[in-house]
């Protein structure tokens, strides 16, 4: 039987990865996108093709959230506020994007008999003194931005839906998810750094914060991965990777990729990139690793691919070599 899947925030970064599989297992996929920082080309054969329809609204109007829920069986929420940053400039912004919008997933969820939602959460959760590498067992949970505390506010409406109103939910809580169709994060900015100036890389903070990557299709792969084996009525897993890298061998690796070989790499100082930012993360993977399921790229690996990957999308090869 075919499966009617929503995809809050589909024509994203993530979730544009996810749809590409959900489409190939047969599911059909309802995209809700207000496309504010999403691309259509992201899945445009999928709606040229039929196998996706968009449905152009904003998580945040609830009457636009009913319509798109109509007839769904699994929800998947992605969409979110995608620049950690802006929130400390509009304190509101992750309030009204991450919490009130969740609140909008799940109470259309119930009035429409929906039964299972996968949701996007974060390692930023977590706070900054937990252990290394964090298993989901760790708590309290104390985020220190504002981002993280509307993730934990959306696993607590997810976790209540689940024991008021009977729901199935699968928590992921992502490392740092890197890839193909990025459209920011820290390789990212370093690539259109080096486009902008190719002489000298500027880097946030003292280059020794140090987190784990995972590959976004290795992410995507994980999640149905778990949906397919994991069958209580609340699922929480970390997803991420074996290991860590530093900002510092980021910002080796995009330089030598990017062929900007005479590029001086420059600290700003601090032992962090921006308010809010947490210097070192781990996530514990065993509790994955016990589905089955593994990656295939560590965060190096991952980090090469992606700035391989995003060097080609932008064209800066062919810039660079003219």
């Not at 309290?140 to 997810?158: T, V």
């Amino acid at each position: 039987m075919t499966m009617r899947a929503l995809v809050t925030g589909g024509a994203g970064f993530i979730g544009s990865h996810l749809i590409d599989r959900l489409v190939a297992r047969g599911d059909h996929v309802v995209v809700l996108d207000n496309l504010s920082s999403g691309h259509l080309s992201f899945i445009q054969e999928h709606l040229d093709n039929g196998n996706a329809t968009l449905v152009q609204a904003d998580i945040t109007q609830f009457d636009e959230v009913m319509v798109a829920m109509k007839g769904i069986d699994c929800v998947y929420h992605l969409a979110a506020n995608p620049d950690i940053r802006l929130g400390t400039r509009i304190t509101d912004t992750d309030l009204k994007q991450g919490t009130l919008a969740t609140y909008n997933i799940v109470e259309a969820m119930r009035l429409n008999n929906v039964g299972t939602i996968a949701f996007a959460s974060s390692s930023v959760v977590y706070g900054e003194d937990a252990p290394l590498p964090t298993p989901e067992s760790h708590g309290p949970c104390m985020p220190i931005s504002l981002y993280g505390a509307s993730k934990q506010a959306g696993e607590g409406l997810i976790s209540s839906w689940v024991g008021t109103f009977g729901i199935k939910a699968y928590i992921f809580r992502f490392a740092n998810i890197i890839g193909t169709r990025g459209t920011h994060g820290v390789i990212f900015d370093f690539i259109h750094k080096l486009k902008k100036d190719p002489s000298r890389l500027e880097v946030l903070g003292n280059g020794l914060q140090e987190k784990s990557y995972m590959e976004v299709g290795d992410c995507a792969d994980a999640i149905l991965h778990v949906m397919s084996c994991s069958n209580d009525s609340l699922n929480l897993y970390n997803l991420g990777s074996h290991d860590t890298a530093s900002v510092r061998r980021i910002a080796e690796i995009v330089v030598e990729t990017t062929g900007c070989h005479d590029a001086n790499i420059e600290y700003t100082g601090g032992d962090r990139g921006w308010a809010g930012d947490i210097p070192r993360a781990m996530l514990g993977i065993e509790k994955m690793l016990s589905t089955g399921f593994d990656v295939r790229y560590n965060s190096e690996e991952a980090i090469r691919h992606t700035a391989l990957a995003l060097i080609e999308e932008i064209g800066l090869n062919t810039e660079m070599n003219s």
